[in-house]
C-alpha cells in the first residue's frame, strides 16, 4: 500500500524554539505538498516542491521554510515557532507535472498536530 | 484567483437520510474538480473527482457533477450510513497547472446518527 509517513503525529514546542516536521513518500511521486489545517479555515498551501531542490511558495508561506534533499522527503521547518502556527499539518505528495498534471490524485499523511505554548 | 466555496456546517442527519453538501468554485479554464474525506484521526483521503464538464464522479454510494453552467461540484448520497461521519473538503486544480496544487474549501463536518 503506498503511503505518505508524517515522523510525528504530536508535537509539542516552546515559542521560539526550531521545529522540523517530517515527510516521506515512497510512491516515486515528483510532487509534495505542506498544507495546514485549522477549525474553519479548511487546508491552506504553505509550501510545495515539484523536483529535488525546487520549492514553491504556497498561499501563507511565513514563518516556514521547506527543503527537499531526495525525491522522497519533504520537510518543513518553522525558523522560530510562535503560538499563532499551533495547528494541523498535513503533507502530500503527487504524480506528474506538465499540463494535465492538475488532474491527478494527491496522496495524504495522517499529519502532525504542532502545539506551541 | 481560484477559489471554493462549500456550504456552511456542520450537518447532523439520521442514518439513511439524503445527502446534499453544496460546493461552488471560482477558476479560469477548466479545472479538475475533487472531494476529499478526513475521518476522524486521519489524513485526507480522496472520495471523487471530475476533471471536465459534465462528467460525474462516484464511489461509495457519494455522487457529484461537474456543473460549468453553474460552477458548481454538489456531493450527494442517496442514505447515509454512521460510517459516513467524516470531514468532506470540495477541492479544485487548474488543469493547465504544471503541477497538481489543490486550492481547498473550509471543510463541513458531517455527523450522522444511528
Known amino acids: ?8 503525529r504530536y508535537l509539542v514546542k516552546r515559542t521560539g524554539e526550531k521545529v522540523f516536521l517530517e515527510c516521506v513518500q515512497d510512491m516515486d511521486h515528483e510532487n509534495m505538498f505542506w498544507y495546514r489545517q485549522d477549525p474553519g479555515l479548511g487546508l491552506r498551501l504553505i509550501y510545495f516542491s515539484y523536483d529535488v531542490k525546487m520549492k514553491e511558495k504556497g498561499d501563507i508561506p ?3 521554510s521547506v527543503s527537499r534533499e531526495k525525491k522522497e522527503r519533504f520537510s518543513l521547518i518553522l525558523e522560530s515557532a510562535s503560538t499563532n502556527q499551533t495547528s494541523m499539518y498535513l503533507c502530500a505528495s503527487s504524480f506528474g507535472t506538465g499540463r494535465g ?8 499523511g495522517a499529519g ?6 | 484567483g ?5 456550504m456552511e456546517g456542520p450537518v447532523t442527519l439520521s442514518e439513511e437520510a439524503f445527502l446534499t453538501i453544496n460546493c461552488t468554485y471560482t477558476a479560469t479554464g477548466y479545472p479538475s474538480l475533487f472531494w476529499y474525506v478526513q475521518y476522524p484521526g486521519e489524513g485526507l483521503q480522496l472520495l ?14 457519494f455522487e457529484a457533477t461537474y456543473r460549468k453552467e453553474t460552477t458548481s461540484f454538489h456531493l450527494e448520497k442517496g442514505s447515509v ?5 467524516a470531514v468532506y ?12 496544487k489543490l486550492t481547498f474549501g473550509k471543510g463541513i463536518t458531517l455527523s450522522v446518527r444511528p
Open chain 1, 1 to 8: 500500500d503506498v503511503k505518505v509517513t508524517q515522523s510525528s
Open chain 1, 62 to 64: 511565513e514563518g516556514y
Open chain 1, 101 to 108: 498534471a492538475g488532474a491527478n490524485v494527491l496522496t495524504f
Open chain 1, 112 to 117: 502532525s498536530r504542532l502545539t506551541v505554548l
Open chain 2, 2 to 6: 481560484d477559489s471554493v466555496t462549500q
Open chain 2, 48 to 61: 471523487l473527482k471530475a476533471t471536465k464538464a459534465d462528467d460525474k464522479g462516484s464511489n461509495k454510494g
Open chain 2, 81 to 85: 450510513q454512521v460510517s459516513d461521519s
Open chain 2, 89 to 100: 473538503f470540495c477541492a479544485l486544480s487548474p488543469y493547465t497547472g504544471a503541477n497538481s
